[in-house]
């Protein structure tokens, strides 16, 4: 009995704590003036700018992995090639490195002097998407290659000795038995895009109203002892993320048959 | 007819099988028998192009099937773990094959409501796997494969998840059904007595080669080795000599053909009685008699009796 409360309690404080009171903490300091002070440093053109760009860097990512993410999970768990295990393991290169080490890596390969070494890579837009592909790349893979390893084979034999075509299979099969895991990573790819902070820090050369996120936004805010801004900018960030949560909560079936 | 002829597949350093040549007539119903790591799931998976044989030829219907994909083969398969598609109903489900034949709706309707009807699950055509029981959804498989009219119908160990009774029980209802539709057939089994039961023709398989064709009787009655004589049925070796406990009789007084034994226990198995012996030389031997020969004879543990095999088998090699 004692054990049970002693669990909660310590699960609970400790959810409480690291958690919700920062979290917190930023909402309460940005809406201690009301909501006016906050919606107006919001919608100053550099902000609404950092977040389209934002917005712009998660919407190219969040596909693009999603869609590679899942012909990655099928190539590691359908096919024995020599390599599959290094595939596997390069995977999970963006969740070992540091972003700042993937900022660093794209401007010796894309930056001036570097061997793709071109112009209106660095420093610029398509930087920064390829910035936020890398870091998000393996949340879809590892969301969905145990639930392939999991519903096995034999179901797509059965489909292709039915006369199902590989694709077919993969549409009526494969698909229905790894869509929730998918849309699992992707939730977890786009928060990850959301608020991707060091390699795009490193690449983007952070030029306000041009190639600035909304993360690097609140830091140049935060940096320029615009508290406010910092506060708001970081609260609109919070919440585009709790919408992809709650958006993921919504979609989710009742599992009952299954 | 299915016809394969020196199939060789290798996983690695493993050879799953060595050479196999074997012949499946049209319309008949043939068990793959052997224990496990005989190959003979194996074999059933290149007939129906899972798997590709390193040599060898497959032909269906005197048609080079080697190359061709699963998906031309014409073969309904049907896995030990149903390998039901969870997220679909039963009736989608069974008519998965015909869907993907874009075959017109009444056609569809039609072909699977016979179907369910021929596999007796018409009432639960609404219900997902997970709400079904082990043969229900063993059955559905089978309706499934059968859906898309397959020259040949290939069962991977098909009650091998099930428990004892339902799988004598669909052991018989899938002889009946297959003595309606003649559906060519193989069946995959490690157990005997269910290839017995439900085949004309029986292929023993062992460490990747054929040790025997032959109808249940023949194979009995004339094992072709050693391994088929103890992998068919229950066996008492003595030496060099195989005798059956069905060919054990048991006499209370020696006539001197016989041998003395003691009774070290007695099993009681229905109308069949197992009764174990041990020789005075050590050896220990058991003998099926009935319960009528049993009483007859008064046995209990502990007695003396004397033991002459009415019928043994000894092989050359």
Same mark, same amino acid.
């Given at each position: 009995?004692?054990?049970?409360?002693?669990?909660?309690?310590?699960?609970?404080?400790?959810?409480?704590?690291?958690?919700?009171?920062?979290?917190?903490?930023?909402?309460?300091?940005?809406?201690?003036?009301?909501?006016?002070?906050?919606?107006?440093?919001?919608?100053?053109?550099?902000?609404?700018?950092?977040?389209?760009?934002?917005?712009?860097?998660?919407?190219?990512?969040?596909?693009?992995?999603?869609?590679?993410?899942?012909?990655?999970?099928?190539?590691?768990?359908?096919?024995?090639? =020599? #390599?599959?295990?290094?595939?596997?393991?390069? +995977?999970? !290169? *963006?969740?070992?490195?540091?972003? /700042? %080490?993937?900022? &660093?890596?794209?401007?010796?390969?894309?930056?001036?002097?570097?061997?793709?070494?071109?112009?209106?890579?660095?420093?610029?837009? =398509? #930087?920064?998407?390829?910035?936020?592909?890398? +870091?998000? !790349? *393996?949340?879809?893979?590892?969301? /969905? %290659?145990?639930? &392939?390893?999991?519903?096995?084979?034999?179901?797509?034999?059965?489909?292709?000795?039915?006369?199902?075509?590989?694709?077919?299979?993969?549409?009526?099969?494969?698909?229905?038995?790894?869509?929730?895991?998918?849309?699992?990573?992707?939730?977890?790819?786009?928060?990850?895009?959301?608020?991707?902070?060091?390699?795009?820090?490193?690449?983007?050369?952070?030029?306000?109203?041009?190639?600035?996120?909304?993360?690097?936004?609140?830091?140049?805010?935060?940096?320029?002892?615009?508290?406010?801004?910092?506060?708001?900018?970081?609260?609109?960030?919070?919440?585009?993320?709790?919408?992809?949560?709650?958006?993921?909560?919504?979609?989710?079936?009742?599992?009952?048959?299954? | 007819?299915?016809?394969?002829?020196?199939?060789?597949?290798?996983?690695?350093?493993?050879?799953?099988?060595?050479?196999?040549?074997?012949?499946?007539?049209?319309?008949?119903?043939?068990?793959?028998?052997?224990?496990?790591?005989?190959?003979?799931?194996?074999?059933?998976?290149?007939?129906?192009?899972?798997?590709?044989?390193?040599?060898?030829?497959?032909?269906?219907?005197?048609?080079?099937?080697?190359?061709?994909?699963?998906?031309?083969?014409?073969?309904?398969?049907?896995?030990?773990?149903?390998?039901?598609?969870?997220?679909?109903?039963?009736?989608?489900?069974?008519?998965?094959?015909?869907?993907?034949?874009?075959?017109?709706?009444?056609?569809?309707?039609?072909?699977?409501?016979?179907?369910?009807?021929?596999?007796?699950?018409?009432?639960?055509?609404?219900?997902?796997?997970?709400?079904?029981?082990?043969?229900?959804?063993?059955?559905?498989?089978?309706?499934?494969?059968?859906?898309?009219?397959?020259?040949?119908?290939?069962?991977?160990?098909?009650?091998?998840?099930?428990?004892?009774?339902?799988?004598?029980?669909?052991?018989?209802?899938?002889?009946?059904?297959?003595?309606?539709?003649?559906?060519?057939?193989?069946?995959?089994?490690?157990?005997?007595?269910?290839?017995?039961?439900?085949?004309?023709?029986?292929?023993?398989?062992?460490?990747?080669?054929?040790?025997?064709?032959?109808?249940?009787?023949?194979?009995?009655?004339?094992?072709?080795?050693?391994?088929?004589?103890?992998?068919?049925?229950?066996?008492?070796?003595?030496?060099?000599?195989?005798?059956?406990?069905?060919?054990?009789?048991?006499?209370?007084?020696?006539?001197?053909?016989?041998?003395?034994?003691?009774?070290?226990?007695?099993?009681?198995?229905?109308?069949?009685?197992?009764?174990?012996?041990?020789?005075?030389?050590?050896?220990?031997?058991?003998?099926?008699?009935?319960?009528?020969?049993?009483?007859?004879?008064?046995?209990?543990?502990?007695?003396?009796?004397?033991?002459?095999?009415?019928?043994?088998?000894?092989?050359?090699?």
């Amino acid at each position: 009995m004692i054990a049970k409360y002693a669990l909660r309690f310590v699960s609970l404080g400790y959810l409480a704590v690291l958690l919700v009171a920062p979290i917190g903490f930023v909402f309460w300091q940005t809406f201690e003036h009301g909501v006016g002070p906050a919606w107006d440093t919001v919608a100053t053109p550099d902000a609404l700018h950092a977040l389209k760009v934002t917005l712009i860097l998660t919407a190219i990512a969040v596909p693009a992995n999603t869609i590679f993410g899942v012909l990655c999970a099928l190539a590691i768990v359908r096919h024995r090639y =020599p #390599g599959a295990g290094i595939v596997n393991a390069v +995977v999970d !290169l *963006p969740l070992a490195l540091s972003p /700042v %080490v993937v900022g &660093l890596a794209l401007l010796v390969l894309y930056g001036r002097g570097g061997w793709l070494g071109g112009h209106g890579i660095v420093f610029a837009l =398509p #930087g920064m998407v390829l910035a936020t592909i890398f +870091v998000s !790349l *393996p949340f879809v893979v590892r969301e /969905v %290659v145990p639930v &392939l390893r999991e519903i096995g084979t034999e179901q797509e034999q059965v489909a292709a000795t039915l006369g199902a075509s590989a694709f077919q299979t993969f549409r009526r099969v494969t698909w229905p038995a790894i869509r929730w895991a998918t849309l699992y990573g992707v939730v977890l790819t786009t928060a990850r895009a959301l608020g991707e902070f060091g390699a795009v820090s490193v690449v983007s050369g952070r030029l306000a109203g041009q190639t600035e996120s909304l993360t690097l936004y609140v830091q140049d805010r935060y940096q320029s002892f615009d508290n406010t801004g910092a506060y708001a900018a970081a609260v609109l960030l919070a919440l585009l993320a709790l919408a992809t949560l709650l958006l993921m909560t919504r979609l989710k079936p009742n599992e009952g048959v299954q | 007819m299915i016809a394969a002829r020196g199939i060789v597949k290798r996983f690695g350093d493993f050879t799953a099988l060595d050479g196999v040549s074997v012949d499946v007539p049209t319309g008949s119903l043939t068990a793959l028998l052997g224990p496990s790591g005989s190959g003979k799931s194996t074999l059933l998976r290149v007939i129906a192009g899972l798997e590709q044989p390193d040599e060898g030829k497959v032909s269906l219907d005197g048609e080079d099937a080697t190359r061709l994909p699963p998906q031309s083969r014409g073969v309904g398969f049907v896995f030990q773990h149903y390998a039901a598609f969870k997220h679909m109903t039963v009736w989608d489900n069974v008519a998965f094959g015909l869907t993907i034949r874009r075959r017109p709706s009444r056609e569809i309707k039609q072909r699977v409501t016979e179907l369910l009807e021929l596999v007796q699950l018409v009432g639960l055509a609404k219900r997902y796997p997970a709400q079904l029981s082990g043969g229900q959804r063993q059955r559905m498989g089978l309706a499934r494969a059968l859906a898309v009219d397959p020259k040949v119908l290939l069962l991977d160990e098909p009650f091998g998840a099930l428990d004892a009774r339902v799988r004598k029980e669909l052991r018989v209802w899938l002889r009946r059904l297959h003595d309606e539709t003649h559906t060519t057939t193989v069946i995959v089994t490690h157990d005997q007595e269910e290839a017995m039961d439900v085949a004309d023709r029986v292929v023993v398989m062992n460490a990747g080669r054929i040790e025997q064709a032959a109808p249940p009787r023949e194979l009995y009655d004339h094992p072709a080795n050693e391994f088929v004589m103890s992998f068919v049925g229950p066996v008492n070796r003595l030496g060099d000599t195989f005798i059956r406990p069905h060919d054990v009789e048991l006499l209370l007084e020696p006539n001197g053909s016989t041998q003395e034994a003691m009774v070290q226990r007695l099993v009681h198995l229905g109308f069949e009685v197992r009764v174990e012996l041990v020789r005075d030389d050590g050896e220990t031997l058991s003998a099926q008699l009935t319960r009528e020969q049993v009483e007859a004879l008064e046995l209990q543990g502990g007695q003396i009796v004397y033991v002459r095999p009415t019928r043994q088998t000894v092989f050359s090699d």
